[in-house]
């Protein structure tokens, strides 16, 4: 099922899902019709599910990735003017420093964890999906090849 937000452990179970799915799909040495045309549907379908996942956090990656920025850019210039107040000497990576620590310890935006650990969350589940896409399409390719040599074997035959 195609889901827009997962738990922790829903998304394990999620990734166990995609990892047996996949694992499951298996090309025979010498597959008929019926078996190859089994094969591509499964694909398709799990090609579908997967793509759905990719681009949500694909697109949950760049928002999170846009807030981020845009809250170091702010808390940048609000930390920086707070210590010129209080009357602090302070260099430009006392200030980087500053402005990681309250982000992490932060929720900004409504998020449900800080800025910094939701875009490693979807760097981690965004590259997973990105390598169950490709190995999607590298059984596609297989699958292609054995009914082009099918194909071609029927009208040699023929």
């Known amino acids: 099922m195609i889901q827009s937000t997962y738990t922790n452990k829903e998304w394990e179970d999620k990734e166990n899902e995609y990892l047996l799915k996949i694992?499951?799909?298996?090309?025979?040495?010498?597959p008929t019709p019926i078996e190859v045309m089994g094969i591509v549907s499964r694909l398709d379908n799990l090609h579908t599910e997967a793509s759905f996942d990719y681009s949500n956090f694909k697109r949950k990656l760049e928002l999170a990735n846009m807030d981020l920025?845009?809250?170091e850019i702010e808390y940048f210039s609000i930390i920086k003017h707070q210590q010129q107040n209080l009357g602090y000497k302070v260099t430009e990576n006392d200030?980087?420093?500053l402005v990681k620590s309250y982000i992490s310890n932060n929720i900004i935006n409504g998020?449900?964890?800080d800025l910094y650990t939701l875009v490693k969350y979807y760097i981690f589940r965004t590259t997973f999906m990105d390598q169950v896409?490709?190995?999607?399409l590298e059984k596609k390719?297989?699958?292609?090849?054995?009914?082009?040599?099918?194909?071609?074997?029927?009208?040699k035959k023929n």
């Open 23 to 30: 694992n499951s799909i298996v090309i025979p040495l010498k």
């Open 69 to 71: 920025r845009n809250a």
């Open 95 to 97: 200030i980087k420093g």
């Open 111 to 113: 998020y449900s964890s």
């Open 133 to 136: 896409l490709k190995s999607i």
């Open 141 to 155: 390719q297989s699958i292609n090849i054995i009914k082009t040599m099918m194909e071609t074997y029927n009208n």
